[in-house]
């Protein structure tokens, strides 16, 4: 959940106070415009004529007419979610289950299982194929692990 790159040297949106609640935005410079509705979004702040006598406009935007902030529908879900991001337990428990879940993806899609393309034409058709092929790396990954059916049901095998 990064927040959205700024143009280079630019202020980045993170740097700007959104007030849902208020339903404001404020500036590194302490101007403040309303959220107003706007279609596909939730809405967007617009600064217009006071960018134009900033004088932090030279590092917030190059637009004529000011700098303006999209604001996501799930803003809010957002921010929690980068707050959460910056805590070491979360960056801790991330770091150990984000590889073997990449590494897996990669495998499908790098190692003559067909991962990268698709062999049918149609988005049911093409979920049913990329099911099927990992039902059939993991039946594969369970018999190295040396899995077998026995009368009472599935045993590990020992060596």
């Keep these: 959940m990064q927040p959205p790159a700024a143009v280079k040297g630019h202020f980045p949106k993170d740097r700007f106070d959104i007030d849902l609640e208020q339903q404001t935005v404020t500036c590194p410079a302490g101007h403040t415009a309303p959220i107003r509705a706007r279609e596909r979004h939730a809405g967007a702040a617009n600064f217009g004529v006071v960018c134009a006598t900033c004088p932090l406009a030279a590092q917030c935007t190059t637009a004529k007419t ?19 991001q910056t805590d070491p337990a979360w960056k801790a428990d991330y770091r150990a289950t984000r590889p073997k879940v990449e590494r ?18 149609g988005l049911r058709k093409v979920a049913a194929d990329f099911s099927l092929l990992a039902a059939a790396v993991n039946l594969a990954r369970l018999g190295v ?15």
């Excluded at 799930?74 to 980068?82: C, I, S, T, V």
């Design 66 to 84: 000011g700098r303006t902030i999209t604001i996501s529908p799930h803003e809010a879900a957002l921010a929690a979610g980068r707050a959460r």
């Design 145 to 159: 692990l040396g899995i077998t059916r026995k009368a009472g049901g599935w045993a590990v095998t020992t060596a």
């Design 104 to 121: 897996k993806i990669g495998h499908l899609m790098r190692h003559r299982h067909g991962g990268r393309r698709a062999r049918v034409r």
